[in-house]
């Protein structure tokens, strides 16, 4: 069964979230007065499924545990009215013990479920269903079975005929057939089945039908029961004697139309999507170094030539296309554990949180997506934490009990921008320049100069936070740091605003891929360097000996105010080449706390750049974030600007 152990945690996994991602909307819709059937419904469901697929890969203690999931679940169909909390407590607790259990499983065998778990989850069904039902301590031990007399002959083997239809909904239909004919070979000898098992191990399963035919002393009521252990079958029939049944070599139904059929759907293994990536961009940097090659031809060669590459390019550019639409994910994947971690921390701080998704479909690069996890959680956590007042408080200040968070995705051209907002008490500029200040992040003189909104920013830079009182996840300050750097790390930006007493909002601007970005062109002496767009606010050619100075170096006026200029050769340690004035090219770039003028030699223009890792020992050298190659084959470093002017 080790090759359906990788399928089996994956589906596992995803019943399991959207399990938990269930629970909480039960308990809010319980708070609401919603109708909550549907949901108890969908969440039996998912436990069925978990349950079933654990017995099928025999992992006795994953599928006892959600046994107990599912029976509890059980009990709350058909009870109106909201869920009690520790009925939900339980069952979110259940559900992090199977998500554990189902993702160690294959590493090591899979511990025994928490007794005290077990026993928690069966008092809670048995609360539920009345003192009708009586709980575990109060039911009669069952008595054991007398063991059957030494001349009781075993059962007579019966020959049974199986039938088995696969749910369309299942995307490898094949592999839970081929789980099918496991479990039947544990339960007899089987005879016969069509598709062979070779077929089903080769994908092949005509009209996702199985026909089985078994010798086995079970009744074809047992054998029902065991496979409805298996998900995502559509039905299941067991006849008796099959001898009288149509033989198994019938020609098989001819497979329905792909147009009856729907969309068809495979699993495909992440790190392979990222091999197709780098191909692809291998691809573009080929045939722009194919097309700098065609320049050196002469007519009619050239022309022919250069026919050639653009029909390569169109080709090219399409396969890039058809990759990015594969490996786009929607933002679902990361926004559906944002409640659930927003309920846990409100129920520790003792307040209470809605959190509202919208735009969940909004799809993105996968890439970025891994990414970001941990960023949004870091934002919703603080937003609980720092953000949201007390209930009490709210109520004093004409606010609902209930604090609000929205999560929200939309896109615009070839962004998508993700915000997250609340309704709590907003941040105070005035106490973020003073913290600032204290940590000596910057000088007095220059957080007098920042805006409000400018100010906010400082709520990024290391260590500066406003929270009073310091707790596990503490103020804004505490990691909004390392949500920048990642932000930006991806080619996007990150914004906070925020109004005393109404709330915060942050905007991450986030490009759709990372692996291709445009980068501004620059050229320093002899060296050809690449620049972020995105960090890019506008360029000017000014001589920098007539600029105004201030401690020591040259200010450039720039947006209503000045900003400091810095010669990007000498960051570089890059000699300075001979020149003819004074003139220069400065290109004014984010700095991580605000704004900084580049002095560079000449503007090269805006490429299109496929970024590559850098590798060691490239990686640890500051200020340099990737590396692209152009058209005529040179490579060019592409700068981290911020960590260049830490360095």
Known sequence: MGKYLGLFVSEAGEHLEALGADLVRLERAGREGAETAALVDAMFRHAHSVKGMAAAMQFDAIARLAHRVEDLLGALRGRSGKAPPEVVDALLLATDGLQAMVTGAGIEPPAAPDPKLLERLSEAAASLRGPAAPGPAARPPEPSPSPPPPETPPPAPRRLEVGVEIAASC?????????????????????GSSP?????????????????????????????????????????????????LPPLTATPAPPPSPAAEGPRTVRVRTELLDYFMDTVGELILATARLREVGRALVQPQRRAHEEGVDRLHTLVKELHGKVMAVRMTPIAVVTDRLPRAARDLARKSGKQVEVVVAGAEIEIDRAILEELGDPLLHLVRNSVDHGLEPPQVRIQAGKAATGRIAVSARRERDRVILEIADDGRGMDPRKLREAAVARGAIRPEQAAALSDREALGLACLPGVSTAEVVTDVSGRGVGMDAVKRVVEAVGGTLEIESTAGLGSRFLLRLPLTVAVQPVLLVRVADEVLGLPIAKVHGAAEVDLERLETSQGGPMLAWGGGHVPVQDLGRLLGIPDPPRRNGARQVVVADSGGGHVGLAVDALLGQEEAVLKPLAPPLDRVQGLSAVTVLGSGRPVFVLDVPRLLAA
């Open 196 to 244: 062979s098992a070779e077929d089903l191990k080769a994908g092949r399963i005509p009209g996702k039908r199985l026909e089985v035919e078994l010798e086995s002393g079970e009744r074809p009521q047992a054998v029902e029961r065991a496979l409805s252990q298996i998900s995502d079958l559509a039905s299941v029939v067991v006849r008796g004697e099959a001898a009288a």
């Open 171 to 191: 995307p490898v239909p094949a592999v839970r057939a081929f789980l099918v004919l496991k479990k039947l070979a544990g339960l007899g000898t089987v005879l």
